[in-house]
């Protein structure tokens, strides 16, 4: 996954939750990679096209992707 932008990786990261977390860790550092090279602080996801679209799917992701460095925020519906 050599240099996606944020918005290729969050896309990877969305096809790898429909796919039962296939690749995740991998794409995670990708996301880390993309959002440094693009300057940004964190990665913005949709809630409605997770998996677990409710409060501790979201504070589950929230919480792993802070243990592998990527500060997650959801968009408003």
């Given amino acids: 996954m050599?240099?996606?932008?944020?918005?290729?990786?969050?896309?990877a990261i969305y096809d790898s939750l429909k796919t039962d977390n296939k690749d995740l860790?991998?794409?995670?550092?990708?996301l880390k990679d993309a959002l440094k090279r693009d300057g940004l602080k964190e990665?913005?996801?949709?809630?409605?096209k997770l998996a677990q679209n409710n409060r501790s799917g979201r504070k589950l992701m929230?919480?792993?992707?802070?243990?592998?460095?990527?500060?997650v925020v959801f968009a408003a519906d």
């Fill in 2 to 11: 050599a240099d996606l932008t944020s918005a290729e990786a969050i896309e």
């Fill in 25 to 30: 860790d991998e794409r995670i550092a990708a």
């Fill in 43 to 48: 990665a913005v996801f949709e809630p409605g």
């Fill in 62 to 71: 929230q919480s792993y992707f802070r243990k592998k460095g990527v500060t």
